[in-house]
């Protein structure tokens, strides 16, 4: 599952805090979370069902945590539409633990009425830090996960002719992907970055060769609908590069200056 992020958090504090409270450095490990069986929210009791998952964590300041959990459908809960509740658990001077847990309401599902599959963008929920994050893990669940840090998500600074900017930042659990579309009336022809700490999963592609990008090894190769450049430019740092559409939005050549002008 993806998620998008097209700014900050309006409810969080443009900046971090200027004197950052001392945290204790005790690690013993903490007490699981006890969240409450009930909850009202928007007038509507709601029970708790279970444990969210957590889709992804970004910085959203130096001393905020942004998580993405359950669904950002506008409006109360209801029989079809559960709540998603997140919470700092605990914080000390090596780590931060964060929990999602799910709640239901107490109605019924109308007889004769099914629930629509109906697609929504993760919540973002904001949780403010005592001190800034700085080095310190997170779990979320019980779970260390990637903290995605939108400033360092890279984006591409040529873009071929018809192709629109400033893109769109998209995160999963252990990657980030950077998408720009056509301009035109055409479907699906995209630029696409991805980044992410494990190796990629190499594409699907034919007509591979060798080349280099950024002084680095690279993987070009023929994709459905285009084509994909793939390397490592550091450790913990694999990047791909696509074009992909109908027509394809970019020459070879113009994907490699793509990548080459990753900034």
């Known amino acids: 599952m993806r998620v998008a992020w097209a700014g900050g958090v309006a409810a969080v504090a443009a900046a971090g805090l200027l004197v950052a409270p001392t945290l204790g450095t005790s ?30 964590v970004r910085l959203g300041t130096p001393s905020t945590l942004v998580v993405y959990a359950g669904s950002s459908r506008p409006g109360p809960p209801a029989p079809c539409e559960d709540h ?14 964060v929990a999602a847990f799910r709640y239901a309401t107490r109605e019924p599902v109308p007889e004769n009425h099914a629930c629509a599959l109906v697609g929504h963008p993760p919540a973002e929920t904001a949780l403010a830090l005592a001190a800034p994050l700085g080095s ?20 591409a ?31 699906g022809q995209s630029v696409r970055i991805v980044q992410a700490a494990p190796p990629l999963a190499r594409p699907s592609a034919y007509r591979v060769r060798a080349t280099v ?6 993987t070009f190769g023929e994709v459905f609908g285009g084509w994909c450049v793939w390397w490592t430019e550091r450790e913990r740092l694999n990047v791909g590069v696509c074009a992909q559409g109908t027509p394809v939005p970019a020459t070879r050549e113009e994907l490699v200056r793509v990548a080459e002008g990753l900034a």
């Open 157 to 187: 600074t040529y873009l071929p002719r018809g192709v629109a900017g400033p893109g769109t930042v998209t995160f999963e659990p252990e990657s980030a992907t950077w998408t720009t579309v056509h301009d035109g009336a055409a479907l």
């Open 27 to 56: 690690r013993v490990p903490p007490a699981p979370p006890v969240p409450p069986k009930t909850l009202t929210v928007d007038g509507v009791v709601v029970g708790l069902v279970g444990v969210e998952p957590v889709v992804a």
């Open 84 to 97: 998603t509740e997140v919470r700092l658990v605990a914080q000390d001077a090596a780590e931060v633990r």
């Open 213 to 218: 990008v950024r002084g680095h090894r690279a």
């Open 136 to 155: 310190r893990r997170v779990l979320a669940n019980d779970r260390e996960v990637v903290v995605h840090d939108p400033a360092t998500v890279l984006r």
